[in-house]
C-alpha cells in the first residue's frame, strides 16, 4: 500500500483539562511544497466508510502503530479542512507527555496518513488536486513553528495537577521529552519502512 504522510502546522482551537483538544488534521486549497493540493470533499467518502463501521482512524504518536496516544471523538469537514476533535489518553505516558507539549507549544504538528484514490491535475496551478483520499490515521508530530499554529484555551487538569506540576518543574526531564521528539521526527524521516511523502 502506497501510504503518504502530508503535514499540517497544528492550527490547534482548545486543549482542555480532560485531554480533549479541538484543530484541523488538513486544510482545503493549500498548495504544499511537492504541488499536491486537497480540495474540498476529499475526505467525505472515507470518513462515510469510518462512521459506517462505526470506528475512526487510530490518534497515534509521530505515525508509529505501536503507540497510540488516544482516540478521535469527532472528524468530519467543514469549509475550511478537515475538522477533528481527540481526547489524549492521560493515563498513559506518551498521551501524558503529548498532553504537556501541547500546552508548552513543543508539540505543533498534526499528520495524516492516507492514499491517493483519485485526484486532477491543475495545469494553471501546476498542482495535483487530491479529490478522494483514503485516511488512515491521524498522529501528532513535531513540526516547527508557524504563526497558524495557536492554542486558545489550555487549562491545567486538576486529576493530573501533581503529575503536571512535577513535569513543569523539571525542565532536565522536559528537554529529554524534546530532544526525544526531535530524535523521533529524524528517524521517521530517515526510515523507509513504507513509501512516504512529506508535505
Not at 489524549?88 to 484514490?117: F, P
Amino acid at each position: 500500500m502506497d501510504m503518504k504522510h502530508m503535514e499540517r502546522p497544528l492550527a490547534l482551537k482548545a486543549l482542555a483539562a480532560d485531554g480533549q483538544f479541538s484543530g484541523y488534521a488538513s486544510v482545503f486549497g493549500k498548495l504544499d511544497h511537492q504541488s499536491e493540493i486537497v480540495a474540498a470533499g476529499a475526505f467525505s467518502r472515507t470518513l462515510g466508510k469510518w462512521r459506517g463501521e462505526c470506528r475512526s482512524p487510530a490518534m497515534l504518536w509521530m505515525h508509529d502503530p505501536t503507540q497510540p496516544i488516544g482516540v478521535w471523538m469527532s472528524l468530519y469537514e467543514d469549509k475550511n479542512g478537515l475538522a477533528v476533535q481527540g481526547k489524549l489518553a492521560l493515563r498513559t505516558q506518551k498521551g501524558m507527555e503529548a498532553y504537556e507539549l501541547l500546552k508548552m507549544g513543543a508539540l505543533t504538528g498534526m499528520s495524516i496518513g492516507y492514499r491517493v484514490v483519485s485526484s486532477k491535475v491543475d495545469i494553471k496551478r501546476k498542482a495535483r488536486i487530491l479529490t478522494d483520499i483514503d485516511l488512515f490515521e491521524i498522529s501528532l508530530v513535531t513540526f516547527p513553528a508557524n504563526e497558524s499554529a495557536r492554542v486558545s484555551d489550555v487549562k491545567s487538569p486538576a486529576a493530573h495537577e501533581e503529575l503536571s506540576s512535577r513535569l513543569k518543574d523539571d525542565s532536565d526531564a522536559t528537554r529529554a521529552i524534546v530532544a526525544r521528539l526531535n530524535q523521533a521526527a529524524q528517524n521517521l524521516q530517515n526510515t523507509k519502512h513504507y513509501p512516504t511523502r512529506r508535505v
